[in-house]
């Protein structure tokens, strides 16, 4: 062998072990096949329902043009006539693999509204124009409703779902990002990791909590902290233990824990390098930080962002963000009471669970601390308070 044929075969050789790990990955972007979770990093949290978008985009273009495999994965359009999955309708065209199989590799697409059939695993996209109604205890690839989205009971979704009004069953598990246009509701005990929507709705909703002065006082000066009137903020240098109904204007930075009475109102910002724990009916006009986790009790109003390194607990009503100002929710654990209100996003970075009819704080048996988990937060989010 020549030297030049040697070199060679040394660059195709090296070249071949670089790509072997991209392989999956190469497949997947040409013919997203396999039925597995995606990760969700903080640049995903950025922007929900990207997937949601860029598919029904693709998905429109290639019923414009008649096309019957979209990404190389065979396209079935139904028509009104053909989606009734129940047994006094027509029955649901599958193939005699697929119903020996008990699940579909190829995305369908329906005009109007649609119940899918039960006891059967759909492991490319669904799509209908209006309504989508999901299968008790199905597992779904991604769901996308021009209108409302129903996820029955005990059915999950591994990598999105979306629709105009999305409406989350007792039992379901959302394994990637779940988003809406307008509202999103969770009816019971539920498993999520990335939530999104201008109004997240967690069981019933509760009665509003009272108006508040508009006009607050300095803390108490017996307390443990250093005032920098010309920064608007304030350093407790220990662990700080708030009286019940205080308020404040201007943020608040402990280097402990930090633990907020009932009824506190602070016009600014919270961050803890440790616990920070808000009392039932606090009030926080700005953002709430902290390394380790974050409990808020029953009816308390946070106006920007709860992000925690560790957990977040939000007790039974408690209100995240407002109508137009939308906020985020973060941490690698996450537990949600009933009656809370979210305008924005909930992200779970490893688990978020949805309680029903839990009084209080959402759990009374607290998630370990793992801040090795933490997501990574933006820089904006990390300078906050």
């Not at 021009?146 to 039992?171: C, F, I, K, T």
């Not at 969770?186 to 709705?201: M, V």
């Not at 108490?220 to 920064?231: N, Q, V």
């Not at 109102?265 to 902290?290: C, E, F, M, N, Q």
Request: glycine share 10%.
């Amino acid at each position: 062998m020549t030297v030049p044929m040697t070199w060679l075969a040394l660059f195709s050789l090296t070249a071949l072990v670089l790509l072997l790990p991209m392989l999956p990955a190469l497949r997947e972007w040409r013919r997203p096949r396999d039925a597995t979770p995606l990760h969700i990093d903080a640049q995903d949290a950025l922007d929900p329902d990207l997937l949601a978008r860029r598919f029904a985009d693709r998905l429109a273009q290639a019923l414009r043009e008649s096309a019957d495999h979209l990404n190389d994965q065979p396209l079935v359009r139904l028509a009104e006539a053909a989606q009734t999955a129940g047994p006094a309708g027509h029955p649901w065209p599958l193939t005699a693999d697929e119903q020996a199989r008990g699940r579909s590799q190829r995305l369908w697409s329906a005009a109007g509204s649609v119940q899918l059939p039960a006891h059967i695993a759909f492991h490319a996209e669904v799509a209908a124009d209006d309504d989508l109604r999901s299968a008790k205890g199905a597992t779904y690839r991604a769901l996308l409703a021009g209108r409302q989205l129903w996820l029955a009971e005990g059915s999950q979704v591994l990598r999105w779902a979306h629709g105009h009004d999305v409406v989350v069953a007792e039992g379901a598990a959302i394994h990637g990002r779940c988003t809406a246009q307008q509202r999103l509701t969770l009816l019971g005990q539920a498993r999520f990791q990335l939530l999104h929507a201008p109004l997240l709705q967690f069981g019933a909703p509760l009665p509003p909590e009272p108006e508040v002065p508009a006009v607050l006082p300095q803390p108490d000066a017996t307390l443990p902290i250093e005032w920098h009137a010309g920064a608007g903020r304030g350093v407790a240098h220990a662990d700080l233990r708030m009286p019940p109904r205080h308020g404040w204007q201007g943020d608040l930075v402990g280097m402990g824990q930090v633990q907020l009475g009932e009824g506190c109102h602070a016009r600014g910002s919270l961050k803890a390098r440790r616990t920070l724990t808000a009392g039932a009916g606090t009030r926080i006009d700005g953002h709430v930080i902290a390394e380790g986790a974050i409990e808020l009790g029953e009816g308390c109003l946070v106006q920007g962002v709860v992000a925690s390194e560790t957990a977040v607990r939000l007790g039974r009503g408690c209100r995240i963000g407002l109508p137009g100002r939308p906020a985020t929710v973060t941490a690698p654990h996450i537990e949600v009471a009933e009656g809370v209100v979210v305008h924005g996003t909930v992200w779970a970075g490893e688990q978020g669970l949805a309680l029903s009819g839990s009084p209080g704080v959402a759990s009374a048996n607290p998630v370990p601390p793992q801040p090795a988990l933490s997501p990574t937060l933006p820089p904006d989010l990390k300078a906050a308070a």
